[in-house]
Every structure is written in C-alpha cells, then in structure tokens.
C-alpha cells in the first residue's frame, strides 16, 4: 500500500485529505507543520508528500526545496489556494515538484491526480 503524508498547518484539511486518500486505498502520515514533517520523514519512507505552501515557521516552498536537496526520489505535489502562472508550474516541475493541486479541490480529483503521480 502507498503511503502518503499531508502536511497542511490546518487540521480540518488535514482531516479531510486524509479520509479522501484512506478512502482511496492509501496509508496516510499528517503533518501539521513543515518542521513536523521534515522529522517523520527521517523516519518514515513516503511515496508522496501533499504539501501546503503557506504556511506558519517553515513555509511549503523551504520544506519542498530540504526534501529535494535530501531525497529527490520522494515525490511532492503542492496543494494551495495560491494560483500561480503556468510559467512558474513549469519552473517548478523543472524542479522536480510532480504536481501542483488548487485548493478546493473535490474528492475525485485529488484522487485522480495522486494516481497519476504515484503511476508516474
């Protein structure tokens, strides 16, 4: 079974998240900060991080950028209500980001883009 973290600093999307994917045949690991998921994933191998971008102390984009300097294996999707460019969706992916998701998202996308991430 996959296993995937969520890191969100609000933990109704957290919970929400986390029901969609246990309901979709994942393992999930919560996160409520980004100093929080850095540690598990010292200890735990992750398939796929969610990760929100605004957030308070450690923001998604330094989170994403230490992940990538550490294990560029492990996948990472931004989930945010932040719409950016397409330019700067594709910088990103350039980076090794697998997917950017906007927030509201409903079930069956998110279900639908984790899928194709982790089949990728």
Known sequence: MKKIMVVDNEPDIVDLTRTVLELGGYTVVPSYSGEEALRKLEKEKVDLVLLDIMMP???????????????????????S????????KQVLIDEGLADYIMKPFDKETLLQRVDKILKS
């Open 57 to 79: 102390g450690m923001s998604g984009w330094d989170v994403f950028n230490r992940i990538k300097k550490k294990n560029k294996e492990i996948k990472v999707a931004f989930m």
């Open 81 to 88: 209500v932040l719409d950016i460019s397409d330019k700067r």
